[in-house]
């Protein structure tokens, strides 16, 4: 059984291991299915790539990434994966590498590994162009799987969403895939938002939770029964929040929630 508690760096560590994983054969194969059921489809605004897991490189990444991020697709084919990682906003990469990552392999885990090919996995990030400024992305992928369900890579594309997002929130999606009479269909089975922002400033899952409430406009009384904890208990998070935010008060709590994409 593969561990789920694996980063996305410690799966490139534990794929690199793997005995004749095969991922050339296996890459192609996968590559013709995930483009044929999916819509990986090329258009100017979206770049298609293939991860090779086991070399720590790409084995595929179309020219239209320079449009993107401003480097060459001979820059990623040379440089690796690692070259690609470097450019992530470092809060971005925390929450996918520890987060993300592992969330999409549970999610697997509970699937056969011939059936990954039906699953897209997407996710919101910010990467550093070579303008030196951060652009907002979407990347859409599916999973390569040994037959033990070790990922040996992944297929799909990157897009820049950057006029359409200004806030700091990650999404998480992830999707299946159906084919009802021949049309594509995807039906969004798991969905989740995360705040780099909050991250950054310490702020636990209890207190972002009763940010959340507050910014509904309930009242702490109305947020400690909808969390089965004492007033007191809402008010030392609110508290702590304003400490960590370097707010005032709760005006300015809510008004730094809406400037850094929570609500």
Known sequence: MYPLSHTFLG??????????PSFVKTGAHFLRRAFERT?????????????????????????????????SAAYFLKNGVDAYVGKWHPDDFEIYNENIFPE???????????????????HTFR???????????????????SPEGVPLGTVGYVTDITPFKR???????????HKPGGTKKAEIVYQKNYYPELTMLDISRR????????????????????????INTVNNHRKSMLQKTDCKNSFEL??????????
Not at 49 to 56: A, E, G, K, L, Q
Not at 127 to 145: C, E, M
Not at 254 to 263: M, P, R
């Open 167 to 177: 806030d700091k929130c990650m999404t998480h999606v992830i999707e299946c895939l």
């Open 127 to 145: 990467i550093k162009t070579q303008k030196g400024d951060f652009a907002t992305l979407l990347q859409r992928s599916s999973f390569i799987l």
């Open 254 to 263: 809510l008004s730094f929630a809406v400037k850094n994409g929570i609500i």
């Open 104 to 122: 999409n392999l549970t999610f697997l885990s509970n699937h056969a590994p011939e059936k990954s090919v039906n699953f897209v996995f997407s």
């Open 11 to 20: 799966s490139l560590e534990i794929a690199q291991k793997q005995e004749n």
């Open 207 to 230: 207190e972002a939770e009763v940010l959340r409430w507050i910014c509904d406009g309930l009242s702490s009384k109305q947020i400690a029964e909808k969390m089965r904890i004492s």
């Open 39 to 71: 819509d990986f489809t090329f258009n100017s605004g979206n770049a298609p790539y293939m991860i090779d897991y086991t070399v720590r490189n790409y084995g595929y990444v179309h020219k239209a990434v320079i449009n993107i991020v401003g480097y």
